[in-house]
């Protein structure tokens, strides 16, 4: 399909400039982009080129796959040795000096501003921007700034305490301007949340202020199917419809053998923008979503996932909670000690995993480790506590349940 075939087919677009990524182009008015994320260890290969084939056939067309090893490099180039034709793209998380190594092996570097941070931390962000830019131009690279909701940039947060949005916003917005000022342009931008509520907002935010840049669009731990499919739906479809988002992916709570359906997911997406779905009725679907009940968020976990029990788990927390449907807190539920801390941090319980235990937390607050078989109970001890405490509360204020 050429570039006029392709906006004849297109719903209105916001005017992105193009990026190119392998054999596809984020943005410039070229059809949306679907892609995913391997579930599987980087390092097990034969594990990983089955995840790209199985994502690749389903229709994916960028797959991403998470690098944090010297390991995960040498497991990379194997698997791009054993897909050639695949467009791949390296999540980087902390060690951004492993950009050097999987540059020459994939089509775009995506990297988390909230983790520059933590790795050489008296270089400044701006230097390591400027490497991982550097490497990504002599290595043909796109990239992608992949700002998250659970590990914003710590100075922008304390900036904007009381606006977090517009501190997921501002990082964003710095990291594109000394982009611009390095001359590297080929960039897309991510602003991603488990709430759809804010995905939308804060994208909207961002294409006001810089509708030049292609918006790669999704729910970060959307969870499990279907209500991960109809949180991303709720946000994605009202984006897409205003001309909003270049690329999208649909992030799934299920086993690696079922990650197709994140594919299924965001072709139907596609379809229902095309269709003229009713955007405003979603938008409104959105916006009572969670206050009205239980609200499970859930990983689509990645080659970082610590325990194969993860996604099992997950499920059986959705299904023990399924007594307190109609009341709204949130439950957490994340594969792995990176993410998991951060990313439950908005949430009334969170749980995340070791290798052979399930950390859990009440807000903030740390309350063990427990086994994967005893996490369930003590989970729903919990969760009456903060039931009961709320009934009081009510009680108390004279409403009525
Ligand atoms: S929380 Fe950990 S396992 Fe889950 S997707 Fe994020 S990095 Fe991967």
């Not at 791009?80 to 950009?99: G, K, T």
Request: hydrophobic share 40%; net charge negative; aromatic share 4%.
């Amino acid at each position: 399909m050429n570039y006029s075939e392709s906006m004849n087919q297109q719903q209105k677009r916001n005017p992105t400039r193009p990026v190119k990524v392998g054999s596809v182009t984020i943005g410039g008015g070229w059809p949306v982009v679907v892609q995913s994320m391997c579930a599987s260890k980087t390092t097990n290969v034969e594990a990983t080129v089955a995840q790209v084939r199985l994502l690749v056939e389903a229709g994916a067309e960028i797959v991403r796959i998470a690098a944090d090893s010297q390991n995960d490099c040498s497991a990379l180039a194997e698997v791009r040795r054993l897909c050639p034709d695949a467009n791949l793209s390296v999540d980087l998380q902390e060690n951004y000096r492993l950009a050097e190594d999987v540059a020459p092996l994939v089509d775009k570097i995506r990297y988390n501003p909230g983790h520059l941070y933590h790795h050489q931390p008296e270089t400044p962000w701006q230097d390591k921007v400027r490497f991982i830019a550097d490497v990504a131009g002599r290595n043909d690279c796109a990239i992608r700034v992949g700002v998250n909701c659970g590990s914003v940039d710590p100075d922008q947060t304390d900036k904007h305490e009381a606006d977090p949005l517009e501190a997921m916003l501002s990082s964003a917005m710095e990291h594109c301007e000394l982009l611009d000022r390095l001359g590297f342009v080929r960039y897309c931008v991510s602003l991603k949340d488990s709430d759809p509520s804010r995905v939308l907002e804060v994208n909207r935010r961002f294409a006001a202020r810089r509708p030049d840049v292609p918006l790669h669009l999704g729910v970060t731990e959307a969870g499990m199917p279907p209500e991960g499919i109809l949180k991303t739906r709720a946000a994605l479809v009202p984006l897409l419809a205003e001309g909003i988002g270049d690329t999208i992916r649909v992030s799934l709570t299920v086993p690696a053998v079922e990650k197709h359906a994140e594919i299924t997911a965001a072709r139907a997406i596609l379809e229902d923008v095309k269709a003229g779905v009713d955007a405003k009725q979603l938008e409104e679907a959105v916006r009572f979503m969670h206050p009205a009940g239980l609200n499970i968020i859930s990983c689509p976990s990645c080659s970082r996932v610590e325990s194969d029990a993860f996604v099992d788990l997950a499920m059986r927390v959705r299904e023990a909670t399924r007594y307190a449907a109609e009341h709204p807190f949130t439950i957490a539920v994340m594969g792995c000690r990176v993410n998991g801390p951060g990313e439950t941090d908005h949430a009334d319980l969170g749980l995340w995993c070791g290798p052979n235990s399930v950390n859990l937390k009440r807000g903030c607050e740390l309350l063990g480790s427990f086994s994967f078989d005893e996490i369930i109970d003590r989970l729903k001890r919990e969760l009456d506590e903060l039931i009961a405490r709320r009934r009081n509360v009510d009680n108390h204020l004279g409403i009525s349940p």
